[in-house]
């Protein structure tokens, strides 16, 4: 099944409004991974003021549907401006699927990050595409 979720960009305050919702909507976070918590890599250090900033938060809304956000920065998103900061989350059925969703949409587009296997588990890209919308396309490699 595909499912579609809305992934939000914040500069620093990514904890602060997701416990905002959190207390609003009700629930519990489903995961947090600070900058910290990633592997250490050369070519795109995190700095002292970043390590305790939210790389990813999920909070079920649905058993379908997730909010889910982190603080942008640091190499890995474009500077924070209210307007890009938001992604149309996409998990596919297959990596193969991953690729043709991130392949067709990037043309004309921008890419952020090639489809890749991460180290959280997932089959991961980022793009901008041609209208200016920001897309995140995952599959999970062990589901």
């Given at each position: 099944m595909?499912?579609?979720?809305?992934?939000?960009?914040?500069?620093?305050?990514?904890?602060?409004?997701?416990?905002?919702?959190?207390?609003?909507?009700?629930?519990?976070?489903?995961?947090?991974s600070?900058?910290?918590d990633?592997?250490?890599?050369?070519?795109?250090?995190?700095?002292p003021?970043?390590r305790?900033?939210?790389?990813?938060?999920?909070?079920?809304?649905?058993?379908?549907?997730?909010?889910?956000?982190?603080?942008?920065?640091?190499?890995?998103?474009?500077?924070?401006?209210?307007?890009?900061?938001?992604?149309?989350?996409?998990?596919?059925?297959?990596?193969?699927?991953?690729?043709?969703?991130?392949?067709?949409?990037?043309?004309?587009?921008?890419?952020?990050?090639?489809?890749?296997?991460?180290?959280?588990?997932?089959?991961?890209?980022?793009l901008?595409?041609?209208?200016?919308?920001?897309?995140?396309v995952s599959?999970t490699?062990n589901?």
């Amino acid at each position: 099944m595909k499912t579609v979720n809305i992934y939000l960009i914040f500069d620093g305050q990514c904890e602060e409004a997701f416990n905002l919702y959190r207390s609003v909507i009700g629930g519990e976070f489903a995961g947090i991974s600070r900058y910290k918590d990633a592997p250490e890599d050369p070519s795109k250090p995190v700095s002292p003021e970043y390590r305790e900033r939210i790389m990813h938060i999920v909070l079920p809304i649905s058993n379908e549907t997730m909010l889910m956000g982190g603080d942008g920065g640091e190499g890995w998103t474009d500077k924070h401006i209210t307007g890009n900061n938001f992604s149309v989350s996409i998990s596919t059925d297959s990596k193969e699927n991953a690729d043709e969703i991130f392949n067709g949409l990037s043309k004309g587009g921008k890419v952020n990050m090639p489809m890749t296997s991460t180290f959280w588990g997932d089959y991961f890209g980022m793009l901008t595409d041609k209208f200016g919308v920001n897309w995140m396309v995952s599959y999970t490699i062990n589901s």
